[in-house]
């Protein structure tokens, strides 16, 4: 038998995809589901993370014949995740949790755990490949999550296993029907953040911080020129570059260009206030030989957007100044600026701020 | 790998071969309904009416005294809210109890505390023993239901029970104690102990899951849970189940037959897994090692360790323990147990019961005292690093 995989479990089809493949590979796997928060009633239809989840990774290990364990992480999770996902928000930013879960939680915490059952190895379901020690872009374009992985401690890239990486969704889909995985097969896509029931983040802020929480208070829509020309409910129910909620009458469509905590303003503008022609990352993190200044690269500033080329203007202790050969739209401080050359994954950072391309026009 | 080692009787045990044996006939030839009038509701019925006289004779009862019931949880429920609803019809307002029972009492004191009651705990000793001046102070003549268990479930410490019933009952309040750990590892006897309700359950003791009993002293008024048929009184609707019924009756029989015998071997082995374990572990804790134990039930916690991680360590060797009250997604989380009499949290999140049973050797201990601390080895490495 080779060597002790601990696999991160979700009861999806991805990681028990790769649970079942670890196993056909001869590995000594042990499954393991982590209970990141408290299961409320409310929600109880969600396809991952509920108990029913748990229940499903279960059965796909007694199908595989291998053990199971459920993993209580909630405090750390809450102290790593949720507080930082609140609190961000409070600064009039949005976060991606996902990154900092896989930073602290999955490649931190579990790796502990890995440590203490003797796993050599630690796997999980994403859509992403380790390539002679290199995180590079998961092979399903489509599906890739190296977006969220930036932050893992470079160390641990020498073990982790990442069995999906090099299919397709399909392919995966596929390899849980010919395993006879039937309890998962099929499962729908989880797309929202596990922690926040029907993508109401305002839930989770109000539950942590109050209903008085001041992101949730009203405050008001004002122009670039500082003109005001509305109120809103709540500066955390916005990001840049969002559309929706916001006041009519223009003659070109708005969007959230800026967001203003300290006196609770939203910013909105046109089209052309959310071009920006460079941005600085903090908490930067290197996962390859950091790059020197004048180093071209390429960036990635939200899941799914395309990487856009640029080059490294200044760098100095956990902080990155890229300039973007183009503008590019809606860089939203929170959310990670992921560096790449090709399919491979240099390292990353959370944007800080965006440098406009373009003052706006004073009339 | 070598054989696997069943630590966790308090969990649950398997059913005695005799037991099975003894309720067969009741799932075939004799599947009749204990009410009907006919030749097999007879036969269901003249079973039923002996499985609840060995029951009682088990416990030093009358046969009216037993009701039959799904088990611990629901012999708990039927106690405490059953007495407290009885209670409060004739003007009493309290419930009191400890912040140690099964959570089977825990909840439905707080039950009947969103019913009006006052609800009061009692203080726990740092050894793990109800507080008796705390159980006096609590009990007064306002208290409809005080309920304390007789052998806690995760540590095994024995609760003064015989002199809580007496004083309880000095105050006029019904008395229950949960003895679903204490059944036959405890001399229990209703006649020289004046408890006037306990709680039973079958698979502790080799029968299946989903039967248990309550004594119900004769006088003791109790609300029933269902509302249905006259069965078992009115105290407990519903068509009894008989194989059940017999499965308990035999499986207590068994172990009280094997008692003394069952009783001297397990506080043995207990002993000496406890030496070893404290040997080879200098700074190992013996939660509630100072309150009287009962044999089958070591709880220890050692620093700098937690027990989700070593119980899986131990379940990937092989061996089966539990942690504190396991949650229903099966993760452990730090004891209330513990931290109700004053363990610190670092300890009380590294607790692990082993739970000494029918299933338990010399060998079970030899390989639990030599894998056990080289797993806590390893994971002071890990916490370490």
């Known amino acids: ?363 | 790998m070598p054989a696997p080692v069943y630590l966790d009787h308090s969990a649950t045990t398997p059913v005695r071969p005799e037991v099975l044996e003894a309720m067969q006939p009741f799932f075939g030839p004799r599947f009749g309904n204990p009410s009907s009038i006919h030749r097999w509701g007879r036969e269901a019925r003249v079973a039923l009416d002996e499985a609840r006289e060995r029951v009682a004779r088990c416990l030093g009862a009358h046969p009216d005294e037993i009701c039959f019931t799904s088990g611990g949880t629901e012999s708990d429920n039927l106690a405490v809210l059953g007495a407290w609803r009885a209670g409060r019809a004739r003007g009493r307002r309290a419930v009191v109890t400890t912040p140690i029972e099964h959570k089977a009492v825990l909840e439905a004191a707080h039950t009947a505390a969103r019913e009006g009651a006052d609800e009061r705990l009692v203080a726990m000793t740092a050894d793990g023993v109800a507080d008796a001046a705390s159980f006096d102070a609590l009990v007064r003549d306002d208290v409809a239901v005080a309920s304390v268990m007789w052998v806690n479930n995760e540590m095994g410490a024995i609760q003064p029970v015989p002199e809580f019933a007496a004083l309880a009952h000095e105050r006029g309040a019904v008395f229950h104690t949960d003895a679903v750990q204490a059944f036959s590892k405890v001399h229990i006897d209703a006649a020289a102990v004046p408890f006037d309700i306990l709680s039973i359950s079958g698979h502790k003791i080799g029968a299946p899951k989903g039967v248990g009993a309550l004594f119900l002293r004769r006088g003791t008024a109790i609300e029933p849970l269902f509302h249905g048929g006259s069965q078992d009184r009115g105290r407990r609707p519903g068509t009894e189940n008989v194989a059940y019924a017999v499965a308990l009756a035999t499986a207590a029989e068994l172990a009280l037959r094997d008692h003394d015998a069952e009783g001297r071997r397990l506080a043995a082995l207990r002993d000496r897994l406890q030496q070893l374990l404290v040997a080879r572990i200098p700074d190992l804790v013996v939660n509630a090692r100072h309150a009287p134990r009962a044999p089958h039930i070591l709880n220890v916690s050692v620093p700098g360790t937690e027990s989700e991680s070593l119980l899986m360590a131990l379940d990937l060797q092989g061996i089966a323990c539990s942690g504190g009250s396991a949650c229903q997604s099966g993760t452990a989380s730090p004891s209330y147990v513990l931290s109700a009499i004053g363990v610190p949290p670092h300890l009380a999140s590294a607790a692990i019961r082993m739970s000494l049973g029918a299933l338990t050797d010399d060998a079970a201990v030899d390989r639990v005292a030599d894998v056990f601390p080289r797993l806590v080895a390893k994971a002071r490495g890990v916490a370490a690093a």
């Open chain 1, 1 to 363: 038998m080779k060597e002790r995989v601990l696999v991160a479990m979700s009861g999806g089809v991805d990681s028990s995809v790769a649970a079942a493949l670890l196993v056909e590979q001869g590995y000594d796997v042990v499954g393991a589901t982590m209970k990141l928060f408290c299961y409320g009633d409310e929600i109880v239809d969600r396809p991952c993370c509920s108990l029913d989840s748990i229940d499903d990774a279960r059965r796909v290990c007694e199908t595989l014949g291998v053990p199971h364990y459920v993993l209580n992480l909630e405090s750390a999770f809450s102290h790593d995740v949720i507080d930082d996902f609140v609190s961000e928000y409070a600064r009039g930013r949005t976060p991606i949790p996902c990154v900092r879960c896989n930073t602290f939680t999955k490649f931190r915490d579990l790796v502990r755990r890995a440590d203490g059952v003797d796993a050599r190895w630690i796997a999980t379901g994403h859509y992403a490949r380790v390539v002679d020690g290199v995180l590079h872009r998961g092979a399903d374009r489509d599906k890739d999550q190296s977006y969220f992985l930036w932050g893992i401690d470079r160390a641990v890239l020498s073990r982790m296993l990442l069995p999906v990486g090099h299919r397709t969704k399909a392919q995966t889909r596929a390899v849980a029907h010919r395993l006879g995985l039937a309890v998962v097969a099929e499962k729908p896509e989880s797309q929202d953040i596990c922690f926040v029931p029907d993508g109401d983040h305002a839930k989770v802020i109000r539950s942590r911080l109050g209903a008085d929480a001041s992101s949730l208070a009203p405050g008001a829509f004002v122009l670039s020129d500082g003109a005001v020309v509305g109120r809103h409910d709540g500066h955390a129910r916005f990001t840049i570059g969002q559309r929706r909620g916001l006041p009519g009458g223009f003659p070109t469509p708005m969007f959230v260009t800026a967001i203003r905590p300290a006196d609770r303003a939203v910013v909105i503008g046109p089209r052309e206030e959310l071009l920006g022609s460079g941005l600085v990352a903090r908490e930067v993190n290197w996962l390859a030989a950091p790059p020197a200044v004048g180093t071209r690269l390429h960036v990635q500033v939200r899941h799914r957007a395309p990487a856009a080329a640029a080059e490294v203007v200044r760098l100095e202790a956990g902080e990155i100044e890229l300039a973007l050969d183009e503008p590019v739209s809606a860089i939203t401080p929170g959310q990670s600026a992921v560096f790449y050359d090709g399919d491979r994954v240099l390292g990353g950072g959370f944007i800080e701020s965006a440098a406009r391309a373009m003052l706006p026009v004073v009339a």
